[in-house]
């Protein structure tokens, strides 16, 4: 069973928003610190935005700084991105997942120190 489930993709015409979400299933999840990450068939994996296990805390990729905000609610074991002002670049197959690297307060950014991913949301962003 995959603990981490997102919905919320689509298609949306730049300039517009969407709201992923990303629900955890068997997990603790508020000891872990939950990142988004998003790719194009081609290339790498990429972080887009991180968010301590308390909610604290945040970091983000300078692409997506000032347009994405990532959040959580422990209480529903939901990690959100609200996206705003959304580009055609944007356009990828979007990713959550759970780290339990370092304290409380780490912000891991590589992909490779997340232990838990879900299977992935398709936004695209048409011009």
């Known amino acids: 069973q995959v603990p981490l489930v997102e919905s919320g993709g689509g298609l949306v015409q730049a300039g517009g928003s969407l709201r992923l979400s990303c629900a955890a299933s068997?997990?603790?999840?508020?000891?872990?610190?939950m990142g988004w990450f998003r790719q194009v068939p081609g290339e790498a994996r990429e972080f887009a935005a991180v968010?301590?296990?308390?909610?604290?805390?945040?970091n983000y990729a300078d692409s997506v700084k000032g347009r994405f905000t990532i959040s959580r609610d422990n209480a529903k074991n939901t990690v959100y991105l609200q996206m705003n002002n959304l580009k055609p670049e944007d356009t990828a197959v979007y990713y959550c997942?759970?780290?339990?690297?370092?304290?409380?307060?780490?912000?891991?950014?590589?992909?490779?120190?997340?232990?838990?991913w879900g299977q992935g949301t398709q936004v695209t962003v048409s011009s």
């Open positions: 997942a759970a780290s339990l690297v370092g304290s409380g307060s780490a912000l891991p950014r590589r992909s490779n120190l997340y232990k838990y």
């Open positions: 968010i301590t296990p308390g909610g604290g805390s945040t």
């Open positions: 068997g997990l603790t999840f508020s000891v872990y610190a």
